[in-house]
């Protein structure tokens, strides 16, 4: 079989990559039959990528073939038009992570500049989007999160130093990590305590170091679904004050304005409940007075003191 000579060099080589990467185990059988050349030439190809820097081991046989493998450096990276966009979005949010700002901004520059022209304005797009001006989100430390999530990624435990609230002093605590959520702009890890039976939410903003420990702690099955436990706990932490609201209209209504991880809605029918904690009972009148439902206060009843003292103040200031 001849090659097909009005494809380049180049661009054969670089859909030997795209193959490699979208079938593992390929053989030169394979490639050859897709590329449209000889055995030869898809072997000969495999070479040049490996003296380019890509690591492509081969297994012999009939079941053998060329696959993809992890080498000491990065070589460029074959994404489409939607893998780009998504790395785009992504380093646009690691702004969030202290000591990756300008890592971000360079590489999503960087991944501009190579990009086909035509995907180009797309990627601008992304780039000129910003946040609104106010109050800053808490930053997690490149030092935390990266190490935090490999841990979770080697299910390895950790030993953590984290502060309860913002003006306690950093503890040490050996967990055995699960899960990294981010949720409204905050960074959240899922572990287990050693000696616990119960999977816990530590904020990442308030630790301040992580050392792997080489074992695995003894742990309960994990959650099912890591982001709705790290809600639910919001929601329902160790506060002051548990609240309990009946409301007068559907629970799909409720839902849809309602954050889950501020309050958990309770029915399904026209009339339900929402229950949320709070250490702050000023605050919990304002927020459900700013949801503009009709409501009771079922608990506590001194939460009406401060809707009534709310409502007070909004009269005779407007």
């Known amino acids: 079989m001849q090659d097909h000579q009005p494809v380049s060099t180049a661009s054969r080589r670089l859909e030997t990559l795209s193959l490699l990467q979208t079938h593992p185990g390929i053989s030169a059988t394979g490639l050859a039959a897709r590329l449209g050349v000889t055995e030869r030439t898809a072997r000969r190809d495999i070479a040049q ?6 690591r492509i081991d081969a297994e012999a046989g009939r079941t053998g073939g060329y696959r993809l493998a992890h080498g000491r450096t990065m ?7 939607d893998e780009a966009a998504a790395v785009a979005l992504g380093l646009r949010t690691a702004v969030a992570v202290e000591g990756l700002e300008t ?10 500049q190579v990009v086909p022209s035509r995907w180009r304005a797309r990627l601008t797009a992304l780039a000129d989007v910003q946040a609104l001006p106010g109050r ?3 930053r997690a430390g490149r030092d935390v999160l990266i190490p935090a999530a490999l841990a979770c990624r080697a299910n390895e435990a950790i030993r953590i130093r984290h502060r ?7 503890t040490p605590i050996d967990v055995q990590p699960h899960r990294l959520v981010t949720l409204r702009r905050r960074w959240y890890l899922v572990a287990c305590p050693r000696g616990a039976m119960e999977w816990m939410v530590y904020a990442v903003d308030r630790i301040d170091h992580v050392q792997p420990l080489g074992i695995r702690i003894q742990s309960p099955e994990p959650p099912a679904d890591a982001a709705e436990l790290v809600a639910d706990i919001l929601a329902h932490g160790p ?11 559907s629970a799909d209504l409720v839902r849809e304005v309602v954050d889950p991880s501020v309050a958990t809605v309770i029915g399904d029918d026209d009339e339900c409940q929402l229950h949320f904690g709070t250490d702050d009972l000023d ?17 506590p009843s001194s939460l ?4 009534r003292a709310f409502g007070n103040w909004l009269l005779e200031r407007h």
């Not at 890592?103 to 501009?112: D, F, H, Q, R």
């Not at 309860?164 to 950093?170: E, I, M």
């Not at 605050?283 to 608990?299: G, S, T």
């Open 49 to 54: 990528l490996r003296e380019l820097g890509y």
């Open 75 to 81: 070589p460029p990276l074959l994404l489409d038009a």
């Open 103 to 112: 890592a971000a901004v360079t590489a999503l520059a960087k991944l501009t």
């Open 136 to 138: 800053s989100a808490r």
């Open 164 to 170: 309860r609230n913002d003006t306690s002093q950093a």
């Open 239 to 249: 506060w002051r004050h548990r609240v309990r609201v009946r409301v007068h209209t």
């Open 283 to 299: 605050w919990a009148a304002r927020w459900l007075a700013y949801l503009n439902l009709d409501i009771d206060i079922i608990e």
């Open 304 to 307: 009406n003191d401060h809707l």
